[in-house]
């Protein structure tokens, strides 16, 4: 999911190293499961991408 790649990388934009790819990663993990649980509901993708 571009978009949501895109959102989180301008987010952590002034921070590096470890600790921030594992926060970055988190982030995105959580973004991805509540697009995934929005479709379930019927969402469509950009509605789900917009919503979380």
Same mark, same amino acid.
């Given at each position: 999911?571009?978009?949501?790649?895109?959102?989180?990388?301008?987010?952590?934009?002034?921070?590096? /190293? @470890?600790?921030?790819? &594992?926060?970055? =990663?988190?982030?995105?993990?959580?973004?991805?499961?509540?697009?995934?649980?929005?479709?379930?509901? /019927? @969402?469509?993708?950009? &509605?789900?991408? =917009?919503?979380?």
């Amino acid at each position: 999911m571009k978009k949501i790649n895109q959102f989180v990388d301008s987010i952590y934009s002034d921070v590096s /190293g @470890k600790e921030a790819e &594992e926060m970055k =990663e988190e982030m995105r993990t959580h973004l991805i499961e509540t697009v995934e649980d929005l479709k379930l509901e /019927g @969402k469509s993708e950009k &509605e789900a991408i =917009e919503i979380a």
